[in-house]
């Protein structure tokens, strides 16, 4: 399904069970169920019969979670940590407009990026390594 398909269902909807999430974000549902556990932002309610029903908030929460991981190489923790930051940052942030909290932000950032980068480039060595392990 390409993008604009993505866009048409969430405009619909409001309310997606566990293969609709599935199908929208290129995920196992099984991993899906997984996040539930990691994450305490990711909680679907659940209909009368038990389905899990994700709210567009929680499709959103899903794919940052998928870019956090696969796309930024955070580990569950890190992402954890992640959402959870940007939670309270929004919450300060819109308790007290006039003074958000970014200069110990900007000071943390420049170190864990540079991590981030010397991991993803670790991780995409090792998966060279595996390549040409593979078709030995």
Request: proline share 6%; aromatic share 6%.
């Amino acid at each position: 399904m390409s993008g604009n398909g993505h866009q048409e269902i969430l405009a619909d909807k409001n309310l997606f069970r566990i293969g609709e999430v599935s199908r929208l974000t290129d995920t196992k549902p099984f991993v899906l169920r997984y996040w539930e556990t990691e994450f305490p932002t990711l909680q679907p309610g659940k209909s009368p019969k038990g389905h899990r029903l994700y709210r567009r908030q929680d499709v959103d929460t899903v794919l940052l979670i998928k870019r956090l991981l696969y796309d930024q190489g955070f580990t569950i923790a890190g992402a954890r940590r992640h959402l959870r930051d940007l939670t309270e940052g929004s919450a300060e942030l819109s308790a007290d407009l006039s003074e958000p909290k970014r200069a110990p932000v900007a000071q943390a950032d420049p170190p864990a990026d540079i991590s981030r980068k010397v991991l993803l480039d670790l991780r995409d060595s090792l998966r060279t390594f595996l390549t040409l392990l593979e078709t030995e």
